[in-house]
Every structure is written in structure tokens, then in C-alpha cells.
């Protein structure tokens, strides 16, 4: 029977990554996910993988800094990724659990010069967790705090993104959110332009998007959200999205990109559509992205400030680039996050040159763990640091 439910659970992963899954009933997904162990079987699974990286490592000889790193963990061991960078590194770190009931004494006892964090957000009640703990490291504590709790506040969160550029005046496409229903609907029945496009707070690789071709749609749609909540597509827990509408407007044909800020290295991609959608299609272009596009990510950052900061823009018919979303952490289903004419690397910002300087190189390891673990070292220790 284990034998069985193991060989199942490998198909399963197979075929969510071929994007067959996201076919089925969310009945079907749903029954499945629970015949299989639910969130037990997800955490073995993430576990299973976490200790076939460390055991994959190369061992590597600790500096003598004086600097210790701590990594606080999460349930879905994206924490590995630090400790693979700090590995190769040869930076001393410890592991920290912030999720306990005595946190604040286990953080504050390990003694560790910074904290690197990479939060559990699959789950609203998950980020709020990490969010308040976040934020009484940095604020209250006065602990150093990477990537920082402005920037962590903001991941995952699209009505607080959405607020965070409005209040700087970032370029971003129209968004109105509603917390009222009946403000709400009034809202969509005296729209003339359609469609409209929705979505929920929380919700990764085009999870909780929708089209709304007319108001028919969305007044069904703000019913359910202010009703019975509406589940997130291809979410297996059983939270809803409720009591919050967020509508953006359409922006026809238009090409997005990704740009990635960390410390002062940069990159950029275009992302490819799959069906309807940029986001979750895991397809990239490495085509020379616009100097604009890099510009805007670099105020984006220093308005912050972001240490870690990835930055989705459409780029419309007249080429205007739009934020759409705001990320500390990235996924990256491709070895390198940028290539120019074929060949991987990075770009530096020269301030006294005011332009990128293209670096062809691996900059992508373990994530850009490796980046980020310099970056704190460069923030807060020594920068005599392997390359």
C-alpha cells in the first residue's frame, strides 16, 4: 500500500508540473490531495527533497568572520536554499524556528548577526504568522531582518502592493478594491468598459485570476465573495477568498516582463502567455529587456528600500510599462533568470556611468540564495566571501 500511495504521489508531482492536474474538477484535485495525506503528505514530500539537496551539497569549510547567519525555517523547506548558499559560501549559520510559542526567546538566544527569512505563504493564516513575527524582529527586537519586513509585508499580498504603488506613484494599471459589497456592485453596473480583470489577495502563478466579460459576471462574481468566498484555482487548502473585491483593468496585448533586483544585481526576462495568462505559464523569453524596464525596477527598489525585490510590468501598445505585481522572492523553473544573445549572466548598475554593465556568469545558484546570503554579508558582516 505505501509502495503504491509512493509511486501515486510521483505521478501526481509528474503530472502538476505538466499542468495536467489543473484540468481536473477542484472536486477531484481536492479528494485526491486528502486520499493522498493533505498538508502531512505535502510537508514529507518537501522535507524528502530538502534532504536530498543538503546530501547532493558540497561540503564547504566555514570562514572565519565572526558573522553567523540565522535561517529561519518554513514548512516548506524553502529555508535549504540559504543553507545551500551559506554552504558554498562558507558562512556560519544556524537554523531558527519563529513559529513556536516561545519564538521571540528562541530568535533572540541564538545570538545570529542577521536573520534571512523565506516565508510559508500558502495559506493567509501562514503569512499573517510570519508577517507579525517579521515585523516584531526587525521593529521591536531591532534584529536584522533580510529582506526586510516592509518587503515580506507585501509578498503574496496584491490589494497591499496595489496600495504601496499608489501611495508612491509608481505606473500601475487601474485598481479599484472593495471591501463593501454593495459599493462594489454599483461599481461594475455603471462600468462601460469591459472586461475587467479580478483578482484574489493571495494566489500565486495566475491562481485566483479571472476574466469578467461584462457585469453579469462580476455581480455574480462580488455575490460569492461576499457570500460563501470563492476557492482559489488549484489551491488545496480550503481557504476562501471573502470580504474583498480587487479589479484591475485589461490591458490588451501586452508583453510582460520580470526584473529582479538584488543587492546591485540585476536581471530581466520576458514571460511568455499560455492561454490567457503570463504568470504560472513558466515560459521565458530571454530577449535584451528595455533600459526602462530596469530603470523602473531600480526606483522601485530604492523607494523602499528593497534589498530583494522582482517587479511583473506589462509593457502596453505605446510601451508604457505597468506593475501589476511585487515579489521578495521569485520562482525560477530555469537555470539562469537571464541570457543576453544566448549567454547567462547579470547586469551591474554604474552610478557614475549611469548604465547596466552586462557579466556573463552563474548568478542563479540555489535560487540567488547565494546573492542574497552576499548581500547580507556586504549589509551586515565581512565581504571576504567566496565566489
Not at 58 to 79: K, S, W, Y
Request: charged residues 25%; positive net charge.
Amino acid at each position: 500500500m505505501k509502495t503504491t500511495i509512493k509511486w501515486f504521489s510521483g505521478k501526481t508531482a509528474q503530472w502538476r508540473a505538466a499542468g495536467v492536474t489543473a484540468h481536473l474538477p477542484r472536486w477531484a484535485r481536492r479528494l485526491g490531495y486528502r486520499l493522498l495525506g493533505g498538508e502531512a503528505a505535502d510537508r514529507r514530500l518537501w522535507q524528502a527533497q530538502h534532504a536530498q539537496r543538503l546530501a547532493a551539497a558540497p561540503a564547504a569549510a566555514p570562514l572565519r568572520t565572526g558573522f553567523t547567519l540565522g535561517i529561519v525555517e518554513d514548512a516548506m523547506c524553502r529555508h535549504g536554499f540559504y543553507e545551500l548558499a551559506c554552504r558554498e559560501l562558507g558562512v556560519p549559520y544556524r537554523l531558527v524556528d519563529a513559529t513556536g510559542a516561545d519564538w521571540r526567546r528562541s530568535v533572540v538566544q541564538s545570538k545570529c548577526d542577521a536573520f534571512a527569512v523565506w516565508p510559508y505563504v500558502q495559506t493567509a493564516a501562514g503569512k499573517r504568522m510570519y508577517d507579525e513575527r517579521v515585523q516584531v524582529m526587525e521593529k521591536e527586537l531591532g534584529l536584522n531582518v533580510f529582506p526586510g519586513a516592509q518587503a515580506l509585508w507585501l509578498y503574496e499580498s496584491k490589494s497591499r502592493t496595489a496600495e504601496w504603488l499608489r501611495a508612491r506613484g509608481f505606473p500601475m494599471p487601474a485598481t479599484w478594491i472593495f471591501r463593501d459589497k454593495e459599493t462594489a456592485l454599483q461599481f461594475v453596473r455603471r462600468r462601460a468598459q469591459w472586461p475587467l480583470v479580478y483578482k484574489t489577495d493571495l494566489g500565486a502563478e495566475a491562481a485566483g485570476v479571472r476574466f469578467l466579460p461584462d457585469a453579469a459576471a462580476a455581480c455574480a462574481l462580488i455575490r460569492r465573495l461576499f457570500g460563501k468566498g470563492l476557492a482559489l484555482t488549484g489551491q488545496r487548502s480550503r481557504e476562501r477568498e471573502q470580504g474583498m473585491a480587487l479589479f484591475q483593468e485589461h490591458i490588451p496585448d501586452a508583453r510582460e516582463w520580470r526584473a529582479v533586483r538584488i543587492g546591485n544585481t540585476f536581471f530581466a526576462h520576458r514571460k511568455c502567455k499560455r492561454g490567457a495568462f503570463h504568470s504560472g505559464s513558466k515560459k521565458k523569453a530571454f530577449d535584451t529587456p528595455p533600459r526602462a524596464a530596469l530603470d523602473l525596477l531600480r526606483a522601485v527598489a530604492d523607494s523602499g528600500p528593497f534589498e530583494s525585490m522582482s517587479i511583473d510590468m506589462l509593457e502596453d501598445a505605446q510601451g508604457r510599462l505597468l506593475i501589476v505585481e511585487m515579489h521578495a522572492y521569485f520562482g525560477c523553473g530555469t537555470p539562469h533568470v537571464m541570457a543576453i544573445e544566448g549567454v547567462p549572466g547579470r547586469y551591474r548598475y554604474e552610478q557614475e556611468r549611469d548604465e547596466y554593465r552586462f557579466e556573463p556568469g552563474d548568478f542563479n545558484r540555489n535560487q540567488s540564495c547565494n546573492l542574497r546570503v552576499e548581500r547580507i554579508l556586504e549589509t551586515w558582516g565581512t565581504q571576504d566571501v567566496r565566489s
